[in-house]
């Protein structure tokens, strides 16, 4: 624990001093000057008029509204391709409720789960489809975007390969564990096919994120694979994650792509490494209770069978460890490396704040 707290410390140290010095003046011109750098290019000119217009403007209350206006549009500008995106919101309705309907029949228990996570996809591809034209993705762009839908779809196919033939292994009544799930699932997706402004997503960079992926991916992994029991913060995983934003943020003279390719590398690796934690869970075919607490927890714990408690506990956990907690403290970890790292290097020089 004492260990937990010290990370945590040193990680908001980090984001603090990366982020202090970037945008001068109060929370409302900070946050306005943060919408107008993810304007297209086309709407910068309108964006330097609102800048403009928020510093005309008195008292704190009116200033935030001007300031959530310029954000809305920032983050969702009025579409340009009015039938693209109503094509694209109507592919996603239908194929939110195929994959719903589907689910009821076959594997009940997920239902609520292929639904939200559907609905979810669903939206983020017609948000994409209203956002101004951007070029074509190059080849490293498609290979990170290839690996990102691979592991979530792995991890999607472990879970329903266990309602399949253990449904109450992945039964949850009170939803809780099934949206989390859906909502973590589609914000790595977010990430890793977001196309951040700037020189973040180089392909020195990308490689440095896939690179760390597949590195910490197996770190990761490994303790679970040999019978052992992963620590929340593994320390190999956790080696990669910081060696990648470093050498990144080296490589490319920015701190922006250390943190980009740090945080690649933790949301392509977490995917992977749940479909192979469950998974072999899942594989090995003989379940048994392997602690006292299990032994005592089981007769109270509602399951029908010993695999089903085994495998609800190897979601369960997998989920609020693997794709929750040790992803943030391992993207904490990037932002670390990315921040202190470059200036223990004196031969760095000054890098950019990104």
Do not use: C, K
Not at 66 to 79: K, M, Q, S
Not at 85 to 109: D, M, Q
Not at 148 to 166: D, P, Q, R
Request: net charge positive; hydrophobic share 60%.
């Amino acid at each position: 624990m004492p260990v937990f707290v010290v990370l945590v410390v040193l990680i908001v140290v980090a984001a603090v001093w990366l982020l202090s010095g970037r945008d001068r003046g109060d929370l409302p011109a900070r946050v306005a000057a943060f919408a107008v750098r993810r304007l297209p290019s086309h709407r910068r000119e309108w964006g330097r008029a609102m800048l403009a217009e928020l510093g005309h403007i008195d008292g704190p209350g009116a200033r935030r509204r001007f300031a959530a206006g310029v954000l809305w549009v920032g983050l969702f500008p009025p579409p340009e391709r009015r039938a693209r995106v109503a094509l694209v919101a109507g592919a996603g309705l239908a194929g939110a409720a195929t994959g719903s309907l589907a689910a009821a029949r076959a594997v009940p228990s997920l239902w609520l789960f292929i639904t939200v996570l559907g609905g979810l996809l669903g939206g983020y591809a017609t948000l994409a489809a209203a956002r101004h034209p951007r070029p074509a993705r190059t080849a490293h762009e498609r290979v990170v975007a290839g690996t990102a839908l691979a592991g979530v779809a792995a991890a999607v196919a472990v879970v329903v390969a266990i309602a399949a033939v253990h449904p109450a292994a992945t039964a949850d009544d009170a939803h809780v564990l099934t949206v989390i799930f859906a909502l973590v699932l589609t914000a790595y997706l977010v990430v890793a096919l977001a196309r951040p402004r700037g020189g973040a997503d180089t392909p020195a960079v990308l490689w440095w994120g896939l690179g760390g992926a597949v590195a910490a991916a197996v770190a990761w992994t490994a303790p679970g694979l040999t019978g052992g029991v992963a620590p929340l913060v593994p320390p190999v995983a956790a080696a990669v994650v910081l060696f990648v934003a470093v050498g990144a943020a080296l490589r490319a003279d920015d701190r922006a792509a250390g943190v980009r390719a740090g945080w690649l590398a933790v949301v392509l690796a977490a995917p992977l490494h749940f479909a192979l934690g469950v998974g072999v869970v899942l594989g090995q075919g003989r379940f048994a209770l392997g602690t006292a607490y299990d032994v005592a927890a089981f007769p109270h714990s509602g399951y029908p069978d010993v695999a089903s408690y085994v495998l609800g506990d190897a979601i369960g956990g997998n989920l609020i460890a693997g794709l929750v907690l040790t992803p943030l403290l391992l993207g904490g970890l990037a932002l670390l490396g990315a921040a202190a790292g470059p200036r223990l290097l004196p031969a760095s020089g000054g890098l950019r704040r990104g």
